[in-house]
């Protein structure tokens, strides 16, 4: 039996919940698989700020390190909105990423023909839509310094950050995504800004020279304006995206929506070494948290995730999506993905449909 | 008679088409209104390139400034895709608008109920959207320095932007998206990334202090990766939206997708004094240009942003307005907004039944 450590980071809002059932779908789909599981959970975010005073104790850090794979639930919350910087939940988020050196996050978006009346598009522009957002997660305008507040030679404040990227930090993460559309269709595009920012230039500079390791994979360039606009008007022309850390947060959120069902997407962030970070790309929603009412299903994908790009368990991760698509068909439905005809249930109730699947 | 010089920028691609066509109506509907004007016709982007070797000629500048509006077409093409960044046709944008001081772009999106299936967002989604993107256009990452590239401590290529905003910079921009919302529908949309950016904490502090200037504005603000989500999932939300230059650019592409008939948007930037700068806000289109197929109605909505904004000549301006949507109203179409069961037409007759509605 193969027997692995992960880190539970559940978080705040709805955290606790989603990442308790996906918890028991890994170790029910692990145990099957002949694969073992120990636990650890640790405070991140608001949790972490109200019993530790920071919103990553030096401990969570440790223990996720150590660990095999992270599984995070969510943070964030009304209560810790108006916090200074470092006393921010999502400065915890961002801490854990640099902590675990997890520079490259993949963010599938993909319309399920379950789900497709859920999007906001035209059923023939969304359905069909299968495409993977590679983001660069520890770089950028994110990280980049100088950043802070001073005062300019007019005796007013500014604020400031600087967008920088380096050829080594583009070339692993144009790897990854070269490598990311291996797998897939062979097609990648690079998203930048190369008509305006130096950064952008450097950008595609490197993503063109580290092309020619990749002769089978067909690379295009879109500025990140056009990028927002064809997503929109054609999202089926792409295959898997790469782009910064800045640009990635907003496409990703933008190619995820297309979906219409972001209760249901998972993601993954990867580094040279070391454990990954798996999440939901949801937030905490501090509205519904406590009350049973939240998708678990983006947790319990993000632990297929985990199995397949974390742990090398591709068995098991098969075994997990395959499960939720089965308690899809059967009609089993959160109130966030609900349409006429199928089956309203709660958090729990669909993590006990989808142990029955697996 | 009242009388103004406009400055004509074609630029590149269809630029020329569209212009002349803007042009006439221009003056029709001036002359029907007792307005009279002179134009100076001068070379910007490619079109400079070839003759004078730069993308924005000096004395483009000079006529342009000394000028009481600019019209300006589109810029770019194939052939100077690969040039250096000092001449690329984009340069010479980016000129003309600090050149200008023309801090404040107005971007409206709006879905016309005649072109509602035009949008790939599903009917009852899109019909409706009327919103306006406040962009700030002279500022942050576009101009910030420190720029450029460096080596940095591992002997390695760096490309790098600055990201950087002064109080007076946000404060100004607000008060736009303050004084736009008033006008409409009284709801005002901050979008930042504060939970990261020191920029954006900045933006954010100063936007809501100027918001007790307005009592009637509601004043609301919105992460950028949410706001690329809430385009898509409910766009009716938004009335006005302020933002830097960076989110301006890639949310107001994403707007304009919206309603699926980008031939159709036009766009003001307008300084705090001295001529404003009108243009459609789609491309150059290399590969329709000279075939009489552009759609010049952006362009001639443009004109009539330009007698609204830029010389408050209301009156010609919802002529012209009033004109675009009755030449609608009759069934005549260009090829990126046809729909079966109306009458396709190229550029130029575009512009003559845009004349006689007027
Ligand atoms: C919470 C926030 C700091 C974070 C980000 O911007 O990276 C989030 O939006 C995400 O995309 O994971
Ligand atoms: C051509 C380019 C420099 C420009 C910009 O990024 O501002 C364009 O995309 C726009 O939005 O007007």
């Known amino acids: 039996r193969r027997r692995y450590t992960i880190t539970l980071l559940p978080g705040d809002g709805i955290g606790p919940e989603i990442v308790s059932v996906a918890k028991n779908v890994l170790e029910l789909a692990g145990s099957i698989e002949g694969i073992e599981f120990g636990f650890k959970e640790m405070p991140i975010g608001g949790a972490a700020l109200d019993v530790a005073g920071v919103p990553l104790p030096e401990e969570t850090l440790s223990v996720a390190k150590e660990s095999d794979a992270v599984l995070l639930g969510a943070i964030g919350g009304y209560k810790w909105d108006n916090n200074e910087k470092q006393l921010k939940p999502e400065t915890g988020l961002l801490q854990l990423r640099a902590g675990l050196k997890v520079f490259a996050n993949l963010r599938p978006a993909t319309v399920l023909p379950q ?102 994979v067909e690379l295009t360039h879109m500025y ?7 997503l929109l008007r054609y999202p089926k022309q792409f295959d898997t995206i790469v782009t910064n850390n800045i640009f990635g947060d907003i496409l990703s959120d933008e190619a995820s929506m297309i979906t219409g069902s972001i209760g249901m997407l998972p993601s993954a962030s990867l580094g040279e070494s070391g454990p990954g970070l798996f999440e939901p790309i949801h937030g905490s929603a501090p509205d519904i948290a406590g009350q049973d009412k939240a998708n678990p299903l983006a947790t319990v994908l993000s632990v297929a995730m985990l ?52």
Chains 1, 2 share one sequence.
């Open 115 to 216: 789900l497709v009346d859920a999007s906001t598009l035209k059923k023939e522009v969304a359905e069909g839509v299968d495409l993977m957002v590679v983001r660069e997660l520890t770089g950028g305008i994110y990280f980049g310094r100088p950043r802070g507040f001073t005062t300019n030679d007019n005796g007013e404040k500014t604020g400031f950050n600087t967008e920088v990227y380096s050829s080594s930090e583009v070339d692993r993460i144009a790897r990854v995504g070269f490598e990311t559309a291996r797998k897939r269709h062979g097609k990648l595009c690079s998203v930048d800004k190369a008509n305006v920012l130096e950064a952008s230039m450097l950008w595609r500079e490197r993503v063109t020279e580290i092309s020619s390791e990749y002769p089978d």
């Open 224 to 230: 990140v304006d056009n990028a927002a606009m064809q």
């Open 307 to 358: 199995l397949r790009y974390g742990l090398g368990e591709g068995k098991a991760a098969e075994r997990i999506e395959t499960a939720v698509l089965e308690t899809l068909n059967k009609g089993f439905r959160t109130g966030d993905i609900y349409s006429a005809g199928n089956k309203l249930v709660g958090c729990k109730e669909m993590g006990e449909q989808v142990l029955k699947a697996v």
